[in-house]
């Protein structure tokens, strides 16, 4: 009697390996092969954000994550810098010619200033709680209490603020919000703000665009899929609403009980969303609403 044996796909194994960007040492991760999918992740955490999304999409995509400079592993050196160009520098060293991006808070911010830089290099974006540089939430007592944090350069206390501001959010309890989320959030931030050479302790070296690429969202024509948390702060929220009206191809998605790392939170979620965005084609309607 024969028996056919069906053989285990073995784990893709990510290649790690360190990019000097503008001055800098950035820790980056790449694995698998196909289109190319660049993960930014939010500046509160790391590119530990995308472990299941970096882990699921190997199978199927060219993936690549990094921590920016002054999170995670990477370096921080005192100088100017900008962080869609730094994105542009570890594209090169990892020889990625055009990618979709998918991206958190400031690596949304990020994305944005890159895809306007270098259209040509995006096939699409995903803006998970995008922020924008300047357009701080400063309206709950919650964020208000982690800008004073910021000034104070109180670690601890930005630490405990931040969880209160952005997994709570302004309408939740610490004990209504996901606790597995929660607690993996809190280790990422803690490392961060503790850091010497962290971003944060750092941030005015940083270089943004003139004109602000808010004003420009109508070039992005590529297509967009902008994701906020029900939970979030209301600025997040509204800057989501802004850009998926200011970006013609763009389709914006409410997540429920979901806060500003909503990937996180809401993982099963934000993963359907992300395996229709990235099957050829994506296909997007404008403004929709999971609810």
């Known amino acids: 009697m024969s028996r056919t044996q069906t053989r285990r ?5 990510p290649h790690a ?4 960007a503008n001055g800098a040492h950035l820790h980056t991760e790449l694995a698998g092969q196909g289109d190319a999918i660049t993960m930014l992740h939010g500046f509160l955490v790391d590119s530990g954000q995308w472990d299941g999304e970096f882990a699921a999409f190997a199978d199927t995509h060219r993936v690549l994550r990094y921590d920016l400079r002054g999170f995670g592993r990477s370096s921080m050196p005192e100088q100017p810098f900008s962080h869609h ?3 542009a520098a570890v594209l090169d060293a990892s020889g990625i010619q055009r990618t979709a991006l998918l ?3 400031g690596g949304a911010a990020t994305a944005i200033d890159f895809a306007l830089e270098h259209p040509d290099r995006v096939s699409s974006l ?3 709680g995008p922020g924008y540089w300047g357009r ?3 309206s709950t007592p919650e964020a208000k209490d982690f800008l004073a944090a910021l000034q104070r350069n109180d670690g601890e206390a930005m630490l405990e603020s931040s969880l209160r501001a952005f997994v709570d959010g302004p309408r939740r309890l610490s004990v209504q919000s996901n606790p597995e989320a929660r607690a993996r959030i809190q280790a990422m931030s803690a490392w961060n703000f503790g850091r010497e050479d962290g971003y944060w302790r750092h941030a005015h070296w940083q270089r943004t665009p003139e004109p602000s690429s808010l004003d420009r969202l109508s070039e992005l024509r590529m297509p967009a899929l902008v994701i906020v948390g029900e939970e979030d702060q209301p600025e997040v929220i509204e800057l989501s609403l802004g850009l998926a009206d200011g970006m013609p191809n763009a389709h914006l998605v409410h997540v429920p009980d979901a806060g500003h790392h909503t990937n996180i939170e809401a993982p099963s979620v934000v993963m359907a969303l992300l395996r229709e965005a990235f099957a050829p084609p994506a296909a997007f309607n404008n403004n929709a609403s999971l609810d």
């Open 9 to 13: 796909k073995e784990p893709t194994v």
């Open 17 to 20: 390996r360190w990019v000097e």
């Open 85 to 87: 160009q730094d994105l």
């Open 103 to 105: 991206t958190c808070s």
């Open 126 to 128: 995903v803006l998970i």
């Open 136 to 138: 701080y939430a400063n």
